[in-house]
């Protein structure tokens, strides 16, 4: 029997400061990761619901849909965890005439967003990124510490981690560290 556990259900990190650090996990949501030739990114946009963003980096939203585009035929994309079954549904009816790779990561992955004044101190403490030059609305995959990381910049003092589980509690304490250490102005 598959045994769930939901890393970081529950926890939360703030410093004292109002608006200087806020980590917190986010409500849970469908995750895909999309593998599909460029010829049919309107095809997959139309069956997603959002278009998909053709240049790496790149984001877009439609409602609650979010894709990211991370290499130069790769998405991740995010949905509400009631759309999930219709999203699949599409994908597959249109696999005969537009062959991809839709795979479900949900249970796989944990979102966490990092938020505040001291939400760049934060990262940078684990994050080889100058996170001064990426650009509100933008994404990439990178590490922190050792573990593998999808960042997406959210706004100016908003950045959204999408990490695997087995990784998540080691993401969780630097971020924990960080925040005491920006709490006491070391």
């Known amino acids: 029997m598959l045994q ?15 608006g200087v650090l806020r980590v917190e996990r986010i409500e849970d949501c469908a995750r895909f990761s999309l593998r599909v030739a460029d010829g049919n990114i309107a095809l997959a946009s139309k069956a997603f619901g959002c278009d998909l963003p053709r240049t790496i980096g790149a984001t877009s939203d439609s409602g609650a849909r979010l894709a990211l585009c991370l290499g130069p035929d790769e998405w991740q994309l995010l949905a509400p965890l009631d759309g999930r079954d219709a999203i699949e549904a599409k994908f597959a009816a249109l696999y005969p005439k537009m062959p991809h790779s839709l795979v479900d990561v949900s249970h796989r992955e944990v979102g966490i967003v990092v938020e505040g004044t001291g939400a760049t101190l934060a990262l940078r403490s684990a994050c080889p990124l100058d996170l001064r030059d990426m650009a509100v609305a933008t994404v990439t995959r990178t590490v922190f510490d050792k573990a593998q990381i999808i960042l997406f910049r959210e706004g100016e003092n908003r950045f959204r981690i ?6 998540a509690d080691h993401v969780w304490g630097i971020l924990q560290a960080a925040g005491r250490e920006i709490e006491l102005g070391i």
């Open 4 to 18: 769930e556990h939901r890393h970081l259900e529950g926890r939360r990190i703030a410093t004292q400061g109002p």
């Open 162 to 167: 999408e990490v695997w589980q087995s990784f």
